[in-house]
Nanobody
Framework: QVQLVESGGGLVQAGGSLRLSCAVS????????MRWFRQAPGKEREFVAQ????????VYADSVKGRFTISRDNAKNTVYLQMNSLKPEDTADYYC?????????WGQGTQVTVSS
């Protein structure tokens, strides 16, 4: 199994920055891809960004491209989401997820609130 713990959320003004962290433990050698999702109140969960665990290839949602950066530190078993130029519409609960050869694992989420 894989365990995920997110941190780094909080309240920030529009235009500000936050860095989310996702600490990964357990059978990390089974991970293919790490992803960040978010879910705003009353909306469906949406994909934000992903990175391959081994090669570091990244993909971003159009809504965050150029503002958010996903990265990973395999030595620390941590995935990051650097969020710059934040907008009120970025307000959501942010979740990291690991895709492994036996299924997907999710963290508990961290809340991000962007005030206008």
């Amino acid at each position: 199994q894989v365990q995920l713990v997110e941190s780094g959320g909080g309240l920030v003004q529009a235009g500000g920055s936050l860095r989310l962290s996702c600490a990964v433990s357990g059978r990390t050698f089974t991970i293919y891809t790490m992803r960040w999702f978010r879910q705003a109140p009353g909306k469906e969960r949406e994909f934000v960004a992903q990175i391959t665990w081994s090669g570091g290839n990244t993909v971003y949602a159009d809504s965050v491209k150029g503002r958010f950066t996903i990265s990973r530190d395999n030595a620390k078993n941590t995935v990051y989401l650097q969020m710059n130029s934040l907008k009120p519409e970025d307000t959501a609960d942010y979740y990291c997820a690991a895709t492994t050869h036996i299924g997907d694992y999710w963290g508990q989420g961290t809340q991000v609130t962007v005030s206008s």
